[in-house]
């Protein structure tokens, strides 16, 4: 099986993946309004036998006008890529977006990327998309573009849940707060980190909870506390309960830490990918390690008891390979 096709930029397109339907955004989240585009373009693709792939971009804009990296991302390019495959569309091309983007007029994007690079037969946006200098790239001025280069353009509104938009934003917030069960719901699917294992304080091992421990970017602005978790490792599922923040060690930036069930091997230096499946506390801090252990012993019974009911939240859910179909 021949790795998902993921271009770093559209200097050499294959022709495999020219003449199709392209899907623009930043799409950070990869969340159920953004499978809508999606799934839009992929049906349309498939109307036309053409392939469909994502055009998007990375850093996130916001983060190239701030002073400093500040976004709390929530799929950064590779696992864009991971969602993209498991969707079933044929490829995704990341754009580096940096000043000198931004200054590209509109018209010019649409001659020297939507055009020459990618050929594209369609085009699918959502209503809240814009590009080019001072964001003239507006979905109406993308239609009167496609119109005058002959590519068809398909706009779709963006999508309601719970009385509100389906939006990064509130899926961060979401995270933020520790309400996981809302944020993989507006997902569609449970939230996938990665990374890779390093050297942690051996404090785990010593109380009898050894752990895998991954850094995640500091402005990964997520809940602290402990969450039910399944680990892919290499083609390996395992179910685990997971840490995150040290209130009782006072560790400033504290790693996510890993606990896999029944599992003891050396895996330093191995690329870790977690799903977040339940939220099961917040942090908390203890007159002991003996009250501590108690309350690890309690969490990873909980953290069992959830893993076990488990179910896909959608289709993909279950194509992303974390959560068995049921």
Request: negative net charge; glycine residues 10%; charged residues 20%.
């Amino acid at each position: 099986m021949s790795a998902f096709p993921m271009l770093d930029g559209l200097d050499s397109v294959p022709p495999a993946l020219k003449g199709g339907v392209v899907a623009i955004g930043n799409f950070d989240g990869m969340h159920r309004g953004h499978q809508t585009v999606l799934s839009a373009a992929k049906a349309r693709a498939d109307e036309l036998g053409k392939p469909t792939i994502i055009l998007t971009f990375e850093p996130h804009p916001r983060d190239v006008f701030a002073p400093e990296p500040f976004m709390f991302r929530l799929t950064p390019g590779r696992a864009k890529s991971r969602v993209a495959e498991a969707m079933g569309l044929d490829g995704i091309a990341i754009m580096t977006f940096s000043r000198e983007l931004a200054a590209v007029e509109a018209e010019d994007f649409v001659q020297r990327f939507i055009v020459d690079a990618l050929g594209a037969s369609a085009v699918a946006v959502g209503e809240d998309f814009h590009f080019g200098k001072g964001r003239k790239g507006s979905p109406e001025f993308l239609r009167n573009e496609g119109q005058r280069h002959g590519f068809e353009v398909i706009q779709l509104g963006l999508l309601q849940s719970a009385d509100d938009t389906i939006s990064s934003s509130r899926i961060r917030a979401a995270l933020n707060t520790g309400a996981l069960d809302m944020a993989n719901q507006l997902l569609g699917y449970h939230w996938i980190i990665e990374g890779t294992v390093v050297t942690g304080d051996q404090r785990g091992r010593l109380l009898g909870y050894p752990t895998a421990n991954f850094m995640l970017p500091p402005n990964t602005l997520m809940a602290q506390g402990i969450y039910a978790t399944r680990v892919k490792l290499g083609e390996r599922l395992l179910d685990g309960v997971a840490s995150f923040g040290k209130p009782m060690f006072d560790i400033h930036h504290s790693p996510f830490e890993v606990h896999i069930f029944d599992f003891d091997e050396d895996i330093y230096g191995q690329v870790l990918e977690v799903a977040l499946i339940s939220h099961i506390r917040g942090q908390m801090t203890f007159d002991g390690l003996d009250e501590l252990i108690a309350q690890m012993d309690a969490d990873s019974v909980k953290a069992k008891e959830t893993l076990a009911a488990v179910k896909p939240i959608s289709p993909l859910d279950a194509d992303l390979g974390f959560i068995i179909r049921g």
